[in-house]
């Protein structure tokens, strides 16, 4: 059965702050890693991650994936209030198409001022 | 990104009634799917929805409690039948669109209390 684990699972900074979340896996037939955030009840989309140590950069939020290990982590830097959410991993197979995401429990992240 | 909206937001049922929740998605998305997230706990597929024909389900759910159709691309509805506490959760749609991408949009989600 696929697993995802994500560490920490909450965590609370200051305004500022520099974070990183990581992710790790093992499933079958590993076809791709996406990242939400999850603020109310929608996740809304981050990153999608496919090949090894290519870095995925949206502002101040940058990812990366180590294939070989079976991890990735997401950077947040200069964290603002409105960061504050719960951060999701999931993971898909080739097996499938790619069309099942298996979510990891997710990382609760608190910007506090 | 795909437009997905779902109704209700919200809903507060009572112990062996059932709710229908709605998902409306753009022109964008090929393929539908409905998720489960109770209380505390990441997200669960529960079934992929098919155009025309019986939903795909996960291990752990079926027909009978969770009734799915999607009559047409855009269109899909989720029902929670003989509803007990233990089916208090979020319930979210998501699409899919062509060429091969995994990237899932999720809809607002329905956030059911069952008393």
């Known amino acids: 059965e696929d697993k995802v684990v994500q560490s920490p699972l909450s965590l609370v900074v200051h305004e500022g702050d520099t974070v990183t979340l990581n992710c790790s896996y093992e499933v079958t037939n590993f076809r791709s890693l996406l990242w939400y955030k999850q603020e109310k009840k929608a996740p809304t989309f981050l990153f999608m991650l496919t090949s090894s140590g290519i870095e995925k950069k949206s502002g101040r939020l940058s990812s990366i994936l180590d294939k070989k290990e079976l991890f990735s982590i997401l950077n947040i830097t200069a964290t603002q209030t409105g960061d504050s959410a719960v951060y999701l991993c999931?993971?898909?197979?080739?097996?499938?198409?790619?069309?099942?995401?298996?979510f990891g429990t997710g990382t609760q992240l608190k910007v506090e001022l | 990104s795909a437009v997905i909206s779902q109704k209700p937001s919200r809903d507060i049922c009572q112990r062996g009634t059932s709710l229908t929740i709605q998902c409306q998605v753009d022109?964008?998305?090929?393929?539908m799917f409905w998720y489960r997230q109770q209380p505390g706990q990441s997200l669960t597929l529960i079934a992929t929805a098919n155009q025309g024909s019986e939903a795909t389900y996960e291990s752990g759910f079926v027909i009978d409690k969770f009734p799915i159709s999607r009559p047409n691309l855009t269109f899909s509805t989720l029902t929670v039948s003989n509803m007990s506490p233990e089916d208090s959760s979020i319930y979210l749609c998501s699409g899919k669109g062509a060429g091969g991408t995994d990237t899932q949009y999720f809809g607002p989600g329905t956030r059911l209390t069952v008393l």
């Open positions: 999931a993971v898909t197979r080739i097996t499938g198409g790619g069309n099942k995401l298996t």
């Open positions: 022109s964008q998305v090929t393929m």
